[in-house]
Structure formats: structure tokens, C-alpha cells
Nanobody, 124 residues
Framework: QVQLAESGGGSVQAGGSLRLSCAGS????????MGWFRQAPGKEREGVAS???????IYADSVKGRFTISKDSAKNTLHLQMNSLKPEDTAMYYC??????????????????WGQGTQVTVSL
């Protein structure tokens, strides 16, 4: 099992930036894909971005050009750089790990392990 712990959330004004981090431990060598997801109150969890071990990435249309996913394999850490934040980005953000994947995916049911989440709040 992989343990994941997010950090870096907070409150920011619209147009600002935040950088989320996710520290992984456990069987991280068996992880092929990692992703960021978010869930706003009253809404379903949605995929934000994903990165495969080969470095390929995928983003939700709503964050393309504003968010960047990256990973530091040596430190077992995943990042999400969020720029030009909007109020609609307000949500709890989760990182997740998937052991078997052929390409990056933001399809949540495919992920095996999840962190506890970090809150991001964007105000006008």
C-alpha cells in the first residue's frame, strides 16, 4: 500500500498561485501513475491532472494552461503548480496513486491509493 500526504493548500485571491505537494511512502516503486483530483462542496470528485512514469501528462480542460503537474521521483513527491487561480478552483484537493496504467488518466475509479486532501480556497 502507498501512503500519500498532501500539503500546500490555503487561501488566495483570484489570480494568485499555490503549489501543492504530495509526499508518498510505502510501495511507491509499484506506482505507474499519479494524479490530482478535487472535490467542491455538493459536487462530484473530478480529475485535475495526471502524470505517468514516462513523464507524459494529461489535464482537465478547466485547468489547461494554468496548472502544471510534476514529480520528483527521487523524493517520491508529486507537485501541482496552480497559477491564475479562479474562485471555481476552490475545492479539497487530493493526490492519488495508480499501480497499473498505460497512460496518464484522470479517471478516479482507477486509482488505488488516496491522500487525505488539502483545502484550496480562492476568493475574489
Amino acid at each position: 500500500q502507498v501512503q500519500l500526504a498532501e500539503s500546500g493548500g490555503g487561501s488566495v485571491q483570484a489570480g494568485g498561485s499555490l503549489r501543492l505537494s504530495c509526499a508518498g511512502s510505502g510501495y511507491t516503486l509499484k506506482v505507474n501513475c499519479m494524479g490530482w483530483f478535487r472535490q467542491a462542496p455538493g459536487k462530484e470528485r473530478e480529475g485535475v491532472a495526471s502524470i505517468h512514469n514516462d513523464g507524459s501528462t494529461i489535464y482537465a480542460d478547466s485547468v489547461k494552461g494554468r496548472f502544471t503537474i510534476s514529480k520528483d521521483s527521487a523524493k517520491n513527491t508529486l507537485h501541482l503548480q496552480m497559477n491564475s487561480l479562479k474562485p471555481e478552483d476552490t475545492a479539497m484537493y487530493y493526490c492519488a496513486a495508480q499501480r497499473v496504467c498505460w497512460s496518464p488518466t484522470i479517471y478516479a475509479p482507477g486509482y488505488n491509493d488516496w491522500g487525505q486532501g488539502t483545502q484550496v480556497t480562492v476568493s475574489l
